[in-house]
DNA sequence: CTGAAAGCGCTTACAG
DNA sequence: CTGAAAGCGCTTACAG
């Protein structure tokens, strides 16, 4: 119980003789190590057991060190659970890839009030780890920019765009995963499709459309519609039916009468587009995939939220669809990091999306079609 | 893209025209920053602001501040996943009450090989955080016995001794948990009890002896018996059934000659006893729990890794049990390292396990017992 | 109320 | 091959 101070390399290199300086090369290996005699290497190491040394991470990181830590930083608080649960194969990933190199991960979960901010109070608590995954949609652009100026190491669970500036991030290659949904269609038969997106302007829903054009183009077909859904991403819950019954049973005519056999839905975020469209095109009597084959650009609302209100509108259908491959997007994010501090370039890598067979598309109806 | 230093006190000092010291005042707060004149106060804020300044953690913590962070050791590997499975719900609590009070939580998941230790190449990694919670069994004494002597502040999930030594602790109530059930089954009329219990000689299965005892007593019986299996905590699960049948067998003629109506199983760690158990019973022609109630002490072993010839080792029955408050000690885990960080004695705290109610218990055959 | 100074424990050129 | 020295960015007595 001696409140014995910790030992430090003056310590080590009392015991064994030799410098602080010598102590140093010793102990942080790399390079200066092997430039060390046998003799006085044994002699510091075996001071260093004795005294029960280790270093102060702390000294080591000031000098500009590095600490082995990889930080994650979520911009939406990681709890409750059903968010918990969205997030939790990135952690996984993240974790995985992180104890794998070697590393440890700080969670910077600490609670601030208000929407999440690296920066509160002026101070960059990233700044304890070498560099930093980010998650998160919300995203406060002042905080990127910030963090660009200081110069600090991070990659973003996502593509993110910031005027002026290369960012480093994994995203899922919706484009390509979009594309090949779209060949699959044509391949099947089909020769009319329509496209359903989001109003907004985030980069996965123009990266999907981009897809579903190329797509088109590469099956040899004309262009085909793109409608978008005049509502936003995330209308409020309790409203999304009266908001989106209109105007999705109208479009159901329109291609009815277009003679669609084939509609690509980009679900956007959260959103329940995907289930709404179930119960009108139930209601206006066209059947999925007999009389319209459909396919979904992502995931379907999580039904674990599925409670009161809420519960009509969860879609239980298996639809065939892709996934994120959340976990791989955690991995590939810790291993750009690292390249990062191993000052490579920025840089943009995109992650194969995982196709889902699902029920929901067949041949079109005998007799559609041009 | 200047590659400009990050601004530091000094900068923000010459900024303000006030010295680096006063600029530490402001900026830390605390007792200081009240007797800063509040223009000059003003002036660093302002300075610090137009500068985007932010702490460098590092060099607080050298100087023997905090660092805001906890840690978490697992001296298990928490991957692959079903070990993850287990451990997730203390992670999850450590990680909640963490983010709670405001700090951020390191997971200590770089691997090294062979088993964890905290003190490789005599480097504690431990001490990048302010404190630290341990988790799991195969818990390595010399680095406990280190880190006391470097007094650290930690926390041990689950009861642990060392010799001489007051260890912090948050432990599950497995003695008052075990009680309960006893008196539970006393009070249905059950006259005979006996007691299962693996052959070892760890905390847990003497506190939940222990709990028996006390509830034999307080129910007004006699001493009642306790049967150690003669197996080890956890054979090989492709002998388990061989190495068990047999004395279980036994044990089970045994108790029916005794006029025993109720039993107790202490399931050890991942242990397959209750299954066997199961099997057993349903050879001998006794039903559970018509000819005899049978309570579990702890969990079952988990169905997830049910496969191959482990698959007929897995008890599905819904036994009348208690669980661990496994988020609980978590959380309570954090609290009582934030006790200690404020110079808070080593505390050692229970944490009452859950009883479920299950469906193996019931009163004992009419015409049964004394 | 503010400043000068020491020092936390390390790493890293730079001499020798 | 080893040592002396500077300095990373802070906090904290201690003077004034």
Redesign the interface.
Known sequence: MS??R?ATQVDIARAAGVSQATVSLVISGGHGSEQVAEHTRTAV?DA??RL????????R??KGGR???LGLYTFES??PTDQ?DFYYPFL?GV??A???V???????????PGPRRI?SD????L??ADGCVLLGRQVDHADLA?LV???FPFVFVGRRELPGVELSYVAPDYGTATRDLVLRLTGLGHRRLAYLRPDDDQEPTRDREAGFRAGVADAGLPDQPVHVLPVGSSPPVDQVLDLLSGPLTMLLTTWRADGVTALLVDPGENDRTIAALEQVAVRAGVRIPADLSVVLLGEPSPPLSARGADAELVSTRDWTRFTLPREGLGRAAVHLLLDLLDDGPARQLTVPCLPVEGDTVCPPPVGAGA
Request: net charge positive; glycine share 6%; aromatic share 10%.
């Open positions: 409140p014995r910790r190491l260093a057991t029960g040394y280790s270093v102060n991470t702390a000294a990181s000031l600490n082995h830590i990681v709890f918990r996984l974790e995985r992180t104890a794998e070697g590393y440890d991960l700080l969670l910077f979960s600490s609670v601030t920066y002026g101070i960059n608590r700044k304890v910030e100026r200081d110069d």
